[in-house]
């Protein structure tokens, strides 16, 4: 938990002066105003957060966490949870869209096992895999609570630990 307070501690609001800026500059470019959608949004996010107009992005990774989710036992889900180690597998492989999506932009796809309800073996594999496995997925949040408190603070942790490997 104090893992999680401290990051609380270091998280600062978006510089509200570069957000105004980056949309001044998204309307001086040659296109009609506000065409680009969520682009847009998503530009002035980027600016802010980097706190520069021109930020660069060079080390892209895209994090795919995986679990179980135990609602599923109420047949909510269009697939049977045993389709998310599956997926998991083709991740790692890079079969998956994800994976197709990321090269086109030169980026690595990180995938870690959360709570797949079953063991994910990417031994002698990819080094792209992370195991921060918390449970054999959650609990059915239709007949009690999803997770424990501590359950939930590790998986928050896990999550900065992965985000820390990578850019730490």
């Known amino acids: 938990m104090d893992k999680i307070r401290q990051a609380l501690k270091e998280i600062k609001g978006l510089d509200a002066g570069l957000i105004k800026k980056a949309q001044a500059r998204l309307d001086s470019l040659t296109k009609p105003q506000g065409s680009l959608g969520i682009l847009e949004e998503l530009a002035r996010q980027i600016a802010a957060i980097s706190g520069t107009l021109n930020p660069s992005l060079n080390h892209k990774v895209i994090f795919t966490l995986a679990a179980d989710h135990g609602v599923n036992a109420e047949k909510i889900s269009a697939y049977p949870k045993e389709v998310t180690a599956q997926m998991v597998y083709?991740?790692?492989?890079?079969?998956?869209?994800?994976?197709?999506?990321?090269?086109?932009?030169?980026?690595?796809?990180?995938v870690a096992d959360m709570g797949v309800a079953e063991k994910i073996s990417a031994a002698g594999g990819p080094n792209n895999f992370k195991d921060k496995k918390i449970a054999l997925g959650t609990k059915n949040m239709a007949q009690g609570p999803a997770m424990s408190r501590d359950e939930a603070i590790k998986s928050i942790e896990a999550g900065m630990e992965i985000f820390e490997d990578e850019y730490g």
């Open 90 to 110: 083709n991740f790692l492989r890079g079969g998956a869209g994800i994976n197709v999506l990321a090269k086109h932009i030169g980026s690595e796809v990180i």
